[in-house]
Structures are given as structure tokens and as C-alpha cells.
């Protein structure tokens, strides 16, 4: 039995139904495109792999260095074009620009509801809520004058602000609008610091998530964010966690685990060709995708992930840090099986991949003819 | 029987084995005597293999390149410790017990091996990763004992709590261990006392030849120079030991041994200083000998130099076809292919030697002999089977033709040869894109395949006309560009129509014959082209690049709006960039898909000439007055441009007194710049809308329509307005202090301070906008560099990492060692460069299907 692909039999089920073909005839049918799918499909020990980068990477030499752009509307910027690439590839724990675009669910679906919600995961810090700030050297305390109207719109109580401001070595008070910070230690040099430090206090939202902007994407409204937090913005009321997603790929890794992470890997990446205009086949970043995450974790394209890990002592030394990778081998009496290109090509040998995969044989004459002798 | 390399074992080196293979002993830092003669016992002695011609060598009797050298030892006469292993040893301090010998772990509490895939020679999988880092542990799980405080300093001196440990103390300690406890921190490829040097290989004169200069005077290799330094600080340390020398003076020339055996090995040390050559230049170290590019293994052992290869410049010729390329005489009387002599073709051979297309014939027993005019007639007759002649390229023969950088695998394909005069290599302009080549001096490089399979792989596997469809993207990569678009698109537009006269005279023009359609006095451009496609072909359901951002849906009566092809007769639509360029052609595309790559590759030639004759037959020129546009439309460019920049001053108002609406997320400043950037930008494309919609029909308004060169923003910049020049995507703001030239005051953010060009090419630029204009290709260039260089390594890592990824014959993509990584191939099994843009366009195959 030849399974096709499954989205190829649902294009022959809604083709023979809007044309009213009989069972018989889309058995023809079905019977024709497997024929079609097999001619179409790779031919055995065809180097997939070279191609797929290949096929990566020669676009980007067409791609643009230090590109920002306003995803939505206008507003938030993330980072694309070639650094985003190699940021995807590098499987850097924290991107550049993390940004997260927040569904909402249907029930929640108002504008001012979403307002509401986007608001509250906003970060707050002091320094938000505060007009100005004094010095006083005489009792060494520094007085903070709360801007108590923006406090009121953003739904946060004075009164536990003091327990909020918690920083070392200092404690808070609150005295009418305004709140007085008093270090512990009686130490005028480190006054400066604790003044600013007060002032990174978290007040409210979710830490790092630096800017929120509310759009409407398709008939719906979303909320585009600059910082990432999956976890905690899950936990909200109304966000809907199916669609939610971060451009972190270890966030989504530790939060929606490899499957995610992978499924991530090919939309960031695809998206940034898609940005530039780059036309690459979805194929290519899959099998890269799988290449990164085959192991159960994300590990980046290069000397510290995959090529780093190679099963072959040739290839690993070819790449980079040819002496580390020769002695550890002697030491740990590593043996290679020159099964792979690279290692064939350093012997002189013709490597097992396309042609070279196979061997003639010939049936040779057991014994010459006899005028030929 | 050809025999193969199956495995490669890597372990460390013993002495004993070290002085089974040793052919000499070494004993003296001479290298020469007085007449010049290698010292026996020296580092260049003769039974270490050779290197001068004709001369033999004195173990194996074999000459230059036969004789594979022979190893020599150094008997050390205090152990020195190898500096490429000094973590290992240092681990190895740590772990094992100094009393009873034993690796310190409990049992069951062994660290996991971080790799999980490692082959060992024992196959005992690693407990503990020697590679990484090791806490000694207190005490000995076994015997109790309290261990004492390790350190390491760089580069190769170890203490025990404050006590020097020498590498006498390390490897006594070490041969004590067994090996069964070795295998617990996977140490398996010999002795850990091994990496205390006692004998010292001293490596064949073959892997470090000396070169004679001018004047006879010898110049030696850095390992040389090297070992003359071992060998001489060692005699001296023997001869002080052995005259009973004070302590000190031992160790510091035991020290020294141990620092000209530690450069010897890696040059690059932490904590040593650079062993540097008489004339200052640091010697090359053995590490230093294969790392990096140039270096053994990337230089050499990956990039192989070959023979039977040739590079000249390219250049244009339209009359070959696409899979042939031009081989200039003078090349292709020196590329040669073997020719091998049998009973039936000895004629053949005969006459390539009479006819001087044959450089070299070579005998059965190994001789080759140069084909002069002299000996020809001799060779032709003792010329019998089994002979080879090395006959000289012909037209015909299958060679590789190559651009560097090779980015993809269409950068080097297999072409025909067509020899021909003058001294470069010509190409069809149409594999121009494959190979991103131009004819502004590139060089090209072509190389000629010596055996059977070669060829054949070749012309099958890497055939143009088999790499029509990209694997990219399931698109063609060679297709029709610049002029033979232009013309076909010209000649394919409703309003063209050819008398019988004329049409004769485009075919020839083209260079083929072709049959017109009887009976008519006038064809039609359309029926023209209908000449190039077979019978039976048909496509349809796209629009014109002409017609390319028209939104109406519905088919119109335009006969030249949306292509129509049936039973090989275009019947409505101009074709152009989007039927037959690379990268968009449709056409070429189906061409490829429905008939066969050479029906393809014969259209492409075609259809190539055909455009470049029809230009040539109508005429083809733009000149600067084709930029002007009519009066009010110059009036109304100005206008726009005008408003735009009003606008802009109007918000720079609104900033200073306050009142410009700040956007979300950005502070004053920066919603200013956006807005100003704006309002300039839809400036600029209003003016572009004008620019459009009324130029009059000319040839560079032709070019931008057919997609062959230019677009709507460059005739603009040409006929109305530049726009505003960016660094970093932003306005131009580097410069003075709050200005960017010293001719404008500070603070002024008007659009002309801060680089709008509001004049367009044709104007001309006044001096400040000429200034913004190169900035801004300045920015160009360095980002160009900076990003080749980025993609390049990027590129580099990609191909290492799914480099041994290939698809096995049920269908799984695997790595070389078995490892499955997708269980179907793209998840569909579906080979992009055998789709239709990533499909397998089963609808439009099944007509066909239906039809047979």
C-alpha cells in the first residue's frame, strides 16, 4: 500500500467531489498521482542534507545586514534579515529583540478588555510612578514624589507599594504621596545607588516585557509585546494559550517542549526569508529544524552544537579546533568509520553518497573464450 | 580488486612501538658535515628516508616518491611531558588515588559520557568526559586517604599541595594505574605514562624537506630547525647528568628540553613564549601545520589542487547554446582526456596523432612519450592496443564549468566543449544566473573529467539542461535576461505584426530556420513565438509582468494581459520576466515539467535568439529625452514633492512647540523621524504614481514593463525625485555637532539637512545631495562586505552540520553513521527539483496523464 501525503489525498477528495467523479474514476486518479508522487519524489542516497544548505544559505548572501522592522502597525521592532538568522541558527538563549504576540479568546474579544489585559502585563517599574526625586543628604533619605493619578490608572495600590519597593539594604515608607526610602546602613556613599536602584523596583506586570501594543490582526485584537514571558502570560485570564507565541525558542522549549521548539525554528526562520523576499522551500528548514532538535533539546548550527558532536574525529577536526578534537580522540582511542563525505575525501576515496553509494558488479566470464587467450 | 580505508583508529603513541618503527637512533645536532654530507645519527640522516632526486634511500631503497620515509627516536634523557595532553594529565592527577592507584568514584555514582554516540576501540562507553571539568574529590571512595590539593600551571607545570610534581614523580604515578581503572574515565587509547615523553619520535625527512637556494646554500623546515634545538639541549643535559652536574644547571636545561618539545608540538602556547626563527618569525609548530584554512586538513586534505583544469576570463555568445561553453584553441591544445587504444579504434588514434590533437601517448609499461613532429610518424606505427593517447579537447567533449564562490550546487555544471579562436571561454548569456556571473571581467574555470564514469556522471547528472529547476525552490534557474526578454516581450505584444519579408529575415537574424504558417502575408509576433513551443503544449492562469500589479480578478478583453497557451499557440499574453526569466518563469518552467529538459533547453536557445534578433530588427535605444515627462506631469511631480517636504517642516513645527503626537513606544524624537520619514516616502511615491502613469511609451518605460531591467522607483529617481537617502535605515544624521554639514545650522531638521535629494538623476544633484547619495552608497558597500563574510561562515557551519545527511533508500533522511533524523524525506518525500514550486502539480499532470 502507497501511502500518499495527506494533504495531497484531501486535494483529490475536494477535486473528485466539486467534480462528481465516480468512486472508479478517482481510483484512476488516485491510482495516476502515485504515480506522479513517486517520479516526484528523491532518489535514494541523495545528499539532502548539502542541498538543504545550500539552499539556505546562498540566499543570504542576498540578505540585508542590520535590518529593524515595525512588526504590526507601527510601534515594536524586531530584529531580521541576517542577524536574525544567524541568532536562530546560534540557538542563543535569549534573542536580540524577544517579542511575543498574544491571542486572545473569544470571550475576552473587546477592546477594552484586551486594553485591560495588555496593560496588566505591561512591566511597571518605580521609576514609572514617580514625578521626582529628592535627594535629602541631612537625613539621608531619599524621597520619592509619586505621581499618584498614574498609580490610580494603573490599578496599583500606595499602600502596598512600600512592601513592593523591597530592595537591599534600605527600607520603604510611605508618607502621604510621597515615599520615603531610608538605607539601612548609615552610609552616605552608597546612597546614589540605592536611589536608582528604588527606582528598577517592579511594581506590577510581568518582568522584561518592556513595551505592549494592542492591534487588530485579522478581525481580532492581539497584543504585540517587546520582551517575553511565556509562562507567566499563559497564566492570564483570557489569553489563549493554543495560539500564543514568543520568538524566544528556548522559552518555548522549556515551556511547550521540542516539538514547539522545532515547529518554532521553522516559522521564525521562514518568516525572516519571507520578510527579505527570499524564496526557499519550507523542506530545507524543516530538515534543519529536525537536525537542531533530534536529541530532545535545541542545539545551535556550529562548534559548540552539531558540528561539535559529530560521530565522526575527521570531520570534527576539519571544522574547528582541529587540536582538541585530535588529542581527545587519541585519548579516548576513537575509531572512525569513514562513513561520511568529508572523511572519504580526506582518504582519497570515492564517498558513499550519490553514485558513489553504489557498486557495479559484472558478471565476469569464468573463463576466457578460447581464441581471446 | 581495489582495496579500501574501512576504519581509522587514533591512540596514542607507545615507546616501544615508537622504537619498532625507528630506523635510527639519533644522537648528534649535526645535520651536514664539512662536505655536506648528512651526518649519520643527525636529523637529516639518510636512512630517514629522501628527498634530493635520484638519490635512494638508505632503508628502503626507494626514490623521491616511492620511499614513504622512515621514522627516527630520541632516547630523552629525562621524561618531558607532552604539552598537547597537559589537561589529561592534569584530570588524571585528580581522579586517580596517589595511594591505592584507583579512579575516585564510587561505584554507581560514575558521571554519564556527555557523548552519546562514541565509538571507542573497546567500546567501553566513557563514565567521566576527561574533556571536561573534574572537582577532585576530597577522599578516596576506597582506601580513605585524603587526596592533596592539585594544580596545574600553564603551560606544563603541575604541584601537589606546594610540592613540584616532575614528570619522573607524574609517570611513575601513573604506571601504577590499571588498566581496568583507566577504562572507568574512558581513557582507552593506550598508557597515561605514554604522555610522558621518554622517547622522542623524530619524524622522516620526508614530512620536512629542506630546499636548496640559489648558491646551494640549504634552507631547513621549521621542525628542522626545531628538532636541532631538542636534540642539542638534550646531548648537553646528558652530558651534564652524566659529569654530575649541580641541580640547577639540570633543571634548566631539563626545563629547556621540555619548552623546545612543548614548541615543537603547538607553537601557540599559553604561558610560553613563541619559539621564534632567526629571523623572527614564529616557527611553525606540528598543531600549527594542520589547523586553520590553510592548514593540512582544510587546505590539502579537503581542497584538493587538480590537474586538467583551465581559468580565463568569460564573455558572451548568444549563438552557443546554453549547455555549451567556448574553449579558446590555445586551452583546448593543452587540456587533454585519455584515449584508450583497442583493436577497433586504432585508426581513429592513429590520425589524432597524425593531426597533432594528442600531446602524450603513454605504453603499457608506464612510459610516456611528447608527440613532436619528429617522432609522430614513429609512434604511429608502433601505436598498438592498449596503448593511451592523451588526445586534446574536441568539440563535444564533456567538461565541468565552474564559477567560485560555488554557493550552490548549480555553480558548477557540465557543459559541451566548442572550441573556438580568441583566448577567453564563452557562455550563453542565458547561465549567466546560475553561476551570478557577468562578463565585467569574471574569470571562469573548467575542468575535464579522465574517466568513463566521470563523463558520464557528468553529462547526466550535471548537464545545464539537467539543473534547469532549481532545488531551492522548484524553479528555473535559467531562463532568458535583459535584452532577450525585452525583444520577446516586444515581439509577442498584440500590436505586433511581422510582414512574411520581415519574419524571414528575424529568423535568420536569429540564426535558425524555422517553418512560418502558410498562406499568410502578415504574422502576427504572437504566431511567431507559437513557432518555438511544441504541438501540443498549453498553460495558462497568470498575468503579464505588463499587467503585473493590476487588482481586477476578471479576465479582460486585453489580448496582452493574461497568457494563454494552447496546443503550442500563444493565443493571448506578452511573454516576459514572468513566463521565461529565471527564477519566474512559468513557461520554462512547464516546459521543463511536461516535455523534457531538451525541448526545454532548445526553447531557452531559441527564445534567447529570437528576442536579441527582434530588437535588433525593430531597433532598440533609449536616450535622455525618454526621461522627460510631459509638462504637467513635471509640474505635478514637483508639486508632490513640494507638498512633501512642507509637510515635513509642518511637523518639525509641531516638535518644536511641542504638540507632534508622540507614537507608542518611541520617544519625541524618534516618532519626528518616523513621521517626517513618512510623509517624504508617500511623497516620493505619489511622485513615482505620476512618473507611471505618464510617461510616454518608450524604451526604458519597455525594459521596467518586461521585467528585463529597472523598476518604477529606478525610472523615477531618474525622471522626477531621488528620495531620501538612509544610513542605518535612518534620516542622515552623523556628521558635526546637531548637524550633519557645516553648511547648515545646528538643530536644522529640515528634509534637506538631513539627506533628501528632491531633485531627480536627470536634474542632476546639487553638492549636498550628491553628499547624501554617496553616504548612502558608501553605507552599501561596507554592509556588502560585511555580509558576504557573515554568510560565508554561516554557510561554512551549515554544510558541516547536515553535511553526512542523505536519503536512504526507504525513504529516511539519516546521518552517515545510521542515525535517523526525518522519517520521510521532507516530510512528503516530495525532491523539490523534480516539483513544480514545492508541489507535485498532480492536476496539471493528470491532463496530460488523460490525454495518453
Given amino acids: 500500500m502507497y501511502n500518499l501525503p495527506t494533504k495531497i489525498q484531501e486535494e483529490i477528495l475536494k477535486y473528485t467531489e466539486e467534480n462528481k467523479i465516480s468512486e472508479k474514476q478517482q481510483q484512476q486518479i488516485i491510482d495516476a498521482v502515485t504515480k506522479i508522487h513517486k517520479m516526484s519524489t528523491y532518489d535514494p542516497q541523495e545528499p539532502m542534507g548539502v542541498v538543504a544548505a545550500q539552499s539556505i544559505s546562498e540566499p543570504a548572501t542576498q540578505m540585508t545586514m542590520r535590518t529593524y522592522h515595525f512588526a504590526g502597525t507601527a510601534g515594536i521592532q524586531v530584529t531580521l534579515g541576517l542577524p536574525r538568522v544567524l541568532e536562530i541558527f546560534d540557538a542563543r538563549k535569549e534573542p536580540r529583540t524577544p517579542t511575543m504576540t498574544i491571542y486572545i479568546e ?63 539594604n534600605a527600607v520603604a515608607e510611605l508618607a502621604g504621596e510621597m515615599l520615603h526610602v531610608i538605607p539601612k546602613k548609615k552610609d552616605i556613599t552608597n546612597i546614589h545607588k540605592i536611589k536608582f536602584g528604588v527606582l528598577e523596583a517592579h511594581v506590577k506586570g510581568i518582568k522584561g516585557i518592556t513595551q505592549v501594543l494592542v492591534t487588530k490582526e485579522e478581525g481580532e485584537w492581539v497584543i504585540n509585546t517587546l520582551g517575553s514571558n511565556l509562562k507567566k502570560v499563559f497564566e492570564i485570564e483570557g489569553v489563549d494559550a493554543t495560539r500564543t507565541t514568543s520568538n524566544n525558542i528556548f522559552e518555548i522549549l522549556d515551556v511547550l517542549g521540542v516539538e514547539a521548539a522545532r515547529n518554532a525554528i521553522i516559522k521564525q526562520t521562514r518568516f525572516t526569508l519571507d520578510e527579505q523576499g527570499l524564496v526557499v522551500d519550507p523542506r530545507y528548514i524543516m530538515l534543519l529544524a529536525d537536525m537542531m532538535t533530534t536529541e530532545g533539546n535545541v542545539k545551535a548550527i556550529g562548534r559548540y552544537g552539531i558540528s561539535g558532536e559529530k560521530d565522526s574525529v575527521l570531520v570534527r577536526a576539519s571544522f574547528e579546533e582541529t587540536k582538541k578534537h585530535l588529542t581527545s580522540a587519541a585519548i579516548h582511542g576513537e575509531c572512525d568509520l569513514l562513513k561520511g563525505t568529508i572523511e572519504n575525501i580526506m582518504v582519497n576515496q570515492v564517498a558513499p553518497v550519490g553514485t558513489g553509494a553504489f557498486d557495479l558488479v559484472g558478471k565476469i566470464p569464468q573463463q576466457l573464450p578460447e581464441e581471446e587467450k | ?220 623546515d621549521d621542525l628542522t630547525h626545531k628538532l636541532v634545538d631538542i636534540v642539542r639541549i638534550n646531548q648537553s643535559l646528558k652530558e651534564n647528568i652524566d659529569i654530575g652536574a649541580p641541580e640547577f644547571i639540570l633543571n634548566d636545561l631539563w626545563e629547556l628540553v621540555q619548552y623546545h618539545i612543548s614548541t615543537y608540538f603547538d607553537n601557540e602556547l599559553t604561558g610560553a613564549p613563541l619559539a621564534r626563527h632567526r629571523s623572527g618569525r614564529a616557527l611553525k609548530g606540528l598543531i600549527q601545520r594542520l589547523k586553520a584554512k590553510e592548514g593540512r586538513l582544510r587546505g590539502n586534505l579537503l581542497g584538493k589542487r587538480v590537474n586538467f583544469s583551465a581559468r580565463t576570463v568569460i564573455s558572451p555568445d548568444p549563438r552557443l547554446s546554453i549547455n555549451e561553453v567556448g574553449v579558446p584553441e590555445s586551452i583546448a591544445q ?113 575542468h575535464v573529467p579522465q574517466t568513463e564514469e566521470a563523463r558520464v556522471e557528468a553529462a547526466m547528472l550535471m548537464a545545464v539542461e539537467n539543473n534547469l529547476i ?209 510623509a517624504l516616502a508617500s511623497g516620493v511615491s505619489r511622485a513615482s504614481d505620476v512618473v507611471e502613469t505618464s510617461m510616454k511609451p518608450n524604451d526604458i518605460r519597455n525594459m521596467y514593463l518586461a521585467g528585463s531591467k529597472g523598476s518604477v522607483i529606478t525610472t523615477t529617481q531618474m525622471a522626477a525625485v531621488v528620495g531620501q537617502e538612509t544610513i542605518l535605515g535612518k534620516r542622515i544624521k552623523r556628521g558635526y555637532q546637531k548637524r550633519t554639514l557645516a553648511h547648515y545650522k545646528e538643530g536644522d531638521l529640515t528634509p534637506g539637512a538631513h539627506g533628501f535629494v528632491a531633485h531627480s538623476f536627470k536634474q542632476g544633484l546639487d553638492p549636498f545631495e550628491m553628499m547624501w547619495n554617496i553616504m548612502n552608497g558608501r553605507e552599501g558597500l561596507m554592509d556588502k562586505s560585511l555580509r558576504t563574510r557573515k554568510s560565508g ?17 526507504d525513504g529516511t533522511v539519516r546521518n552517515a553513521h545510521g542515525r535517523i533524523i526525518q522519517f520521510t524525506a521532507g516530510e512528503d518525500g516530495i525532491d523539490p527539483s523534480k516539483s513544480d514550486w514545492g508541489t507535485i502539480a498532480w492536476k496539471d499532470r493528470l491532463d496530460m496523464m488523460v490525454k495518453e
Avoid at chain 1, 490608572?153 to 519597593?165: F, N, T, Y
Avoid at chain 2, 634511500?57 to 614513504?68: L, S, V
Avoid at chain 2, 513557461?587 to 529570437?610: S, Y
Fill in chain 2, 1 to 220: 580488486m581495489v582495496y579500501r580505508i574501512s576504519e581509522l583508529h587514533f591512540s596514542l603513541l607507545s615507546p616501544d612501538v615508537v622504537k619498532n618503527l625507528a630506523r635510527v637512533r639519533v644522537v648528534t645536532a649535526d645535520l651536514y658535515d664539512a662536505d655536506g654530507y648528512p651526518v649519520e645519527g643527525g636529523v637529516m640522516d639518510p636512512r630517514l628516508g629522501v628527498i634530493d632526486p635520484g638519490l635512494h634511500c638508505r632503508t628502503c631503497g626507494g626514490g623521491i616518491g616511492d620511499c614513504p620515509g622512515h621514522l627516527g627516536y630520541l632516547e630523552l634523557a629525562k621524561p618531558v611531558i607532552n604539552v598537547l595532553y597537559t589537561k589529561v594529565v592534569y584530570q588524571l592527577l585528580k581522579m586517580v588515588c596517589r595511594k591505592c592507584q584507583k579512579v575516585m568514584v564510587e561505584e554507581g555514582k560514575e558521571r554519564k559520557s556527555k557523548r552519546k554516540h562514541k565509538i571507542t576501540i573497546s567500546d567501553v562507553e566513557a563514565n567521566i568526559d576527561l574533556d571536561s571539568v573534574i572537582v577532585q574529590p576530597a577522599t578516596c571512595p576506597f582506601c580513605k586517604t585524603k587526596s592533596k590539593k592539585i594544580t596545574f600551571v600553564k603551560p606544563y607545570t603541575y604541584y601537589e599541595e606546594k610540592k613540584e610534581l616532575s614528570p619522573m614523580d607524574i609517570r611513575e604515578r601513573f604506571e601504577k594505574v590499571s588498566d581496568k581503572e583507566l577504562t572507568k574515565v574512558g581513557f582507552n587509547g593506550g598508557r597515561p605514562e605514554w604522555l610522558i615523553l621518554t622517547l622522542f619520535p623524530v619524524p622522516p625527512v620526508t614530512m620536512r624537506p629542506s630546499i636548496t637556494l640559489e648558491g646551494g646554500e640549504r634552507s631547513e
Fill in chain 2, 334 to 446: 593543452e587540456l587533454t582526456l585519455p584515449f584508450y587504444v583497442t583493436t577497433k579504434n586504432v585508426k581513429e588514434a592513429q590520425r589524432l596523432i597524425r593531426n597533432q590533437k594528442a600531446n602524450y601517448v603513454i605504453r603499457p609499461d608506464g612510459r610516456r612519450i611528447k608527440i613532436t613532429e619528429e617522432n609522430k610518424t614513429e609512434i604511429v606505427q608502433n601505436l598498438i592496443e592498449g596503448w593511451i593517447v592523451e588526445r586534446q579537447l574536441e568539440n563535444g567533449d564533456v567538461v565541468l564549468y565552474n564559477r567560485q564562490p560555488s554557493l550552490h550546487r548549480m555553480s558548477i555544471m557540465a557543459h559541451r566543449v566548442r572550441v573556438m579562436p580568441y583566448q577567453t571561454f564563452r557562455m550563453n548569456p542565458s547561465v549567466c544566473f546560475p553561476y551570478n556571473a557577468d562578463f565585467d571581467g569574471d574569470e571562469m574555470n573548467v
Fill in chain 2, 470 to 678: 532549481s532545488p531551492r525552490f522548484g524553479g528555473p534557474v535559467i531562463g532568458l535576461d535583459l535584452d532577450q526578454i525585452s525583444g520577446i516581450a516586444l515581439l509577442t505584444k498584440a500590436e505586433t505584426k511581422l510582414s512574411r519579408r520581415d519574419a524571414t529575415l528575424l529568423f535568420g537574424l536569429a540564426g535558425f530556420a524555422m517553418e512560418l504558417p502558410a498562406g499568410k502575408e502578415e504574422l502576427t509576433g504572437k504566431e511567431l513565438f507559437s513557432l518555438l513551443l511544441p504541438e501540443d503544449f498549453a498553460i495558462s492562469g497568470y498575468r503579464s509582468n505588463f499587467y503585473k500589479n493590476r487588482k481586477i480578478e476578471k479576465k479582460g478583453e486585453d489580448p496582452d494581459e493574461w497568457i494563454e497557451i494552447k496546443d503550442g499557440k500563444l493565443i493571448s499574453g506578452i511573454i516576459d520576466k514572468q513566463s521565461v526569466a529565471a527564477e519566474n518563469g512559468k513557461l520554462i518552467q512547464k516546459l521543463e515539467r511536461m516535455t523534457n529538459p531538451t525541448t526545454a533547453k532548445m526553447f531557452i536557445d531559441r527564445a534567447g535568439r529570437l528576442g536579441a534578433a527582434y530588437l535588433m530588427l525593430r531597433g532598440f535605444s533609449l536616450s535622455i529625452a525618454d526621461l522627460d515627462l510631459p509638462p504637467e506631469a513635471q509640474t505635478k511631480t514637483r508639486e508632490e514633492i513640494q507638498k512633501a517636504e512642507e509637510e515635513a517642516n509642518q511637523l518639525i513645527v509641531q516638535y518644536q512647540t511641542k504638540e507632534l503626537t508622540t507614537l507608542p513606544g518611541m520617544t519625541r524624537k524618534e516618532s519626528l523621524e518616523a513621521q517626517i520619514m513618512n
Fill in chain 2, 793 to 809: 561562515y554561516m554557510q561554512r557551519r551549515l554544510i558541516n552540520a547536515l553535511q553526512d545527511l542523505k536519503v536512504m533508500h
Fill in chain 1, 106 to 168: 473569544k470571550s475576552h474579544q473587546t477592546l477594552d478588555r484586551v486594553r485591560k489585559i495588555a496593560e496588566n502585563i505591561k512591566e511597571v517599574k518605580l521609576r514609572d510612578l514617580v514625578k521626582s526625586t529628592i535627594l535629602d543628604l541631612t537625613e539621608l533619605k531619599i524621597k520619592y514624589k509619586l505621581d499618584l493619578e498614574r498609580l490610580h490608572a494603573l490599578d496599583v495600590d500606595e499602600k502596598k507599594l512600600s512592601r513592593l519597593v523591597n530592595v537591599r
